[in-house]
């Protein structure tokens, strides 16, 4: 079985300086990794995904994540951040083998002050 | 555009009775997946279906029912069985062909509140 363990429920942090989001899962098979965001009232959009390859993955409004296979980590980092940028961000990870059993994580509301 | 669309967004019913919440997608997507979302729980699968015709249930799957007799439509019934229904529905879908990634698309969701 899979699991997803996001350490802090709210982050909150100034415009334009730099986040991190922290992801650590737990499997004993290969995963895929996603981060979803997720803005007031509104459905889930995928911000970037690790399939395999190169584990410095970029997505989309300037995130990043890193995927780090002996920490079973996958932090989610931003240099600097906007306004917009506040919402919930969601670290998700399904199997190899049953990508049907995407298991999210409890979500980190990340708040931007200006 | 293609994209997935949930109605009524937001809903109110009284306890004891059954609701549907509709889910239409022209993603032309074989999966589709209904979660629920509450506060500080993230997303709970409820039911899905890689198929026309064809269902399994999710990890909190009592309560609820589902059917999939055309590709681009998987509503969900709220029972009344279900002991607390009020809650955030989210619909997604899934291009099940070629490279299976898993990479879900959703819904904009539906609030359901049970007075």
């Known amino acids: 079985a899979q699991s997803v363990t996001q350490l802090d429920s709210q982050v909150p942090v100034f415009e334009e300086a730099p986040v991190e989001l922290r992801c650590n899962y737990s499997s004993s098979v290969s995963v895929y990794l996603f981060w979803y965001v997720q803005y007031p009232n509104q459905g889930l959009q995928l911000l970037l995904k690790y399939l395999s390859g190169s584990t410095l993955v970029k997505g989309i409004n300037g995130f990043e994540a890193e995927f780090n296979k002996s920490q079973t980590s996958f932090h989610l980092r931003k240099p600097s951040v906007h306004i917009s940028d506040t919402a919930e961000y969601f670290c998700?990870?399904?199997?190899?083998?049953?990508?049907?059993?995407?298991?999210f994580g409890t979500g980190t509301r990340l708040q931007v002050f200006p | 555009d293609g994209g997935i669309t949930q109605s009524p967004k937001y809903l109110f019913r009284k306890e004891g009775q059954n609701v549907t919440l509709s889910c239409e997608q022209n993603?032309?997507?074989?999966?589709m997946y209904w979660y629920r979302q509450d506060p500080g729980q993230g997303l709970r699968l409820i039911y899905y279906?890689?198929?026309?015709?064809?269902?399994q249930k999710g990890d909190i799957a009592e309560g609820y029912s589902v059917s999939r007799e055309k590709k681009e439509s998987f509503p969900l019934t709220v029972t009344s069985a279900q002991k607390n229904p009020t809650a955030f529905y989210l619909c997604?879908?899934?291009?099940?062909?070629?490279?299976?990634?898993?990479?879900?698309?959703f819904g904009e969701g539906s609030r359901l509140t049970v007075l």
């Open positions: 998700a990870v399904s199997p190899l083998e049953n990508t049907d059993k995407l298991i």
């Open positions: 993603l032309n997507h074989d999966a």
């Open positions: 279906s890689q198929i026309v015709n064809d269902f």
């Open positions: 997604a879908s899934r291009n099940s062909q070629g490279a299976n990634t898993g990479e879900l698309f």
